[in-house]
């Protein structure tokens, strides 16, 4: 079964450009050349994977990336000319999994393309509820919850958690985190990895003493304990 994705890029010939050639590896292609009729498609068709542009007509990438997440957790592959950290860090942030900057190969978006098609396909469907303390994480409906009450996280607090708490008593730095969680590699960026972890801090770890399960390992990074 032909895997459907979604192109919203108002550059008509570049949208053309991609509908052909990933056509060609034999996807089903559709396009939109706007922020809202993407936006619109991407609820209605529920593709596969989303090729998102983010200077766009009449909606922001960023604001067509933050419906889609109100809603499905289809991958994202953002598509963009803005080459500062803070638009990229920005996007991923929202809960875009990748992004490629233009210009750039069809070689190395093909490439990028089936390594999140393959992703999404190895998700399993088994229950994995992992419970520390007076919390528990359902992997399979991305729910984090205290005493039964949910706790809202935001689409990269939740990966960051999800990863470390997978691998309990395992310490990773930075630049590890931000190659893994992140998908990512850049100087300099490592801090936005000491934001998201202070953020989980405030979410489920006590006010006042030390954290007992995001653990700040001297020298290296973080580490989850249960």
């Known amino acids: 079964m032909s895997r459907t994705l979604l192109v919203v890029e108002d550059e008509r010939p570049l949208a053309e450009t991609l509908r052909f050639n990933l056509e060609m590896e034999g996807y089903r292609v559709r396009t939109a050349e706007d922020g809202v009729e993407g936006l619109s498609m991407a609820r209605a068709l529920q593709p596969d994977l989303v090729l998102l542009d983010l ?20 991958p994202v592959l953002l598509l963009t000319a803005r080459t500062s950290e803070a638009d990229r860090v920005k996007g991923l ?45 359902d992997l399979n409906r991305r729910l984090l919850s205290r005493d039964g009450e ?43 990895v000491d934001v998201h972890v202070r953020w989980l801090r405030k979410k489920i770890e006590q006010p006042d003493g030390p954290p007992r399960h995001l653990i700040t390992v001297r020298g290296a990074g973080y580490r989850f304990e249960r």
């Open 55 to 74: 200077m766009l007509p009449r909606m922001d990438g960023l604001d067509v990336l933050r419906g889609i997440r109100e809603q499905s957790q289809t």
């Open 150 to 192: 949910p706790i809202a996280l935001r689409p990269k607090e939740y990966e960051l958690l999800a990863y470390l708490a997978q691998r309990d008593g395992r310490a990773f730095t930075r630049d590890q985190l931000l190659n893994d969680v992140w998908d990512i590699s850049f100087a300099g960026g490592t801090r936005t």
């Open 93 to 137: 942030d929202l809960g875009a999994d990748d992004y490629i900057t233009k210009p750039f190969s069809l070689a190395e978006l093909k490439a990028r393309v089936r390594v999140h098609l393959r992703r999404k396909q190895e998700v399993t469907v088994e229950e994995r509820v992992l419970e520390f303390g007076e919390f528990t994480l």
